[in-house]
């Protein structure tokens, strides 16, 4: 009872196991146009904006509070889209594009376990403000090229809790 | 009760009101790698292979058969994975990357909507052999740089149908 979880029987292959709990395509688009952006969504596909987690220190000049993560429902599946900021990423170099957020309780099993399977580490797992919707967050890309953000789903409350733009 | 579907007070507006059912990322891999990716996805994050659609004719030479898409459960979504192939994808010039597949009922009325919402329509809306798991797919590009690929669920079973690697 003291063991960690163990489903699917990993207990006779001895292996890590890991579950995740959401999978969360992230549309990563160049800075300002995140709240653009979740306008198109709205008006072209219908999504819903449940939540929206803007950076708190913007710089005085910018128009637009930079936009960490915005959570859209579209068709039961929830889609980030975030403004790409080249000073205040959570997760350095990041990038623009589409990349996928998977939500686990624990991102270091994850993360070693995706490189054990072939993937690359970039960058340290970190504390995320948000634009994965995690409290710490991991960077892997896997051998075909894509981008995965391996996070923690303590901090997908902070989302919806944050303002709210209808 | 003859008049269209309507939803979400769209009658006021007099606006298409077009639903979807899934949002699916699709992960194109250089051809024939979406095997291999699928082995990966399965080691990686525990993915679990739901159904597989193959090109019926290949060509001899060809190792692998090409994966047109291959359905993956993980945490609740699903990924599809397919081989990116120049002379037989379903919708020309999909290209390789990640893009987003939409499931509705309408695929003119979502192009339609996506179009006058700002997105721009590439090719023709066509009939699919499988790559989206749809009927007819269109494919649209919004203003931000992603694809997504809007498609009739009708032939979501054939996903489910066809031969599945466990």
New interface residues.
């Given amino acids: 009872m003291a063991q960690p979880e163990i489903h ?1 029987g990993g207990a006779e292959k001895a292996e890590v ?7 969360k ?1 992230q ?1 990563v ?2 800075a300002p ?1 995140a709240s ?2 979740v306008q ?2 709205k ?4 999504a819903v904006e449940t939540g929206r987690t803007t950076h708190p220190k913007r710089k005085a000049e910018q128009e637009l509070p930079q936009i960490i993560s915005a959570q859209l429902q ?4 929830t ?1 980030l889209v975030s403004d790409l900021a080249d000073d205040s990423a959570p997760v350095k170099g990041v990038g623009s ?4 957020c ?2 686990t309780q624990d991102v270091e099993a ?1 993360v070693a ?2 490189v054990a ?3 690359v580490a970039e960058g340290e797992i970190a504390e995320s403000d948000g634009a994965c919707c995690g409290g710490r967050v991991g960077k892997v890309k ?3 090229g ?1 981008v ?1 953000m391996i996070c923690s789903p303590s901090a997908a409350a902070k989302c919806g809790d944050a303002g709210v733009e209808a």
Avoid at 17 to 23: I, N, P, Q, Y
Avoid at 74 to 77: F, H, K
Wanted: proline residues 5%; hydrophobic residues 55%.
């Fill in positions: 699917n196991v890991v579950s995740f709990t959401a999978v395509p549309l688009v160049e146009k653009e952006a198109f969504y008006e072209a596909f219908g579209l068709a039961g599946s889609i594009g589409l990349s996928l998977l939500e994850a376990k995706a399977a072939g993937a896997d051998p075909y894509f995965w």
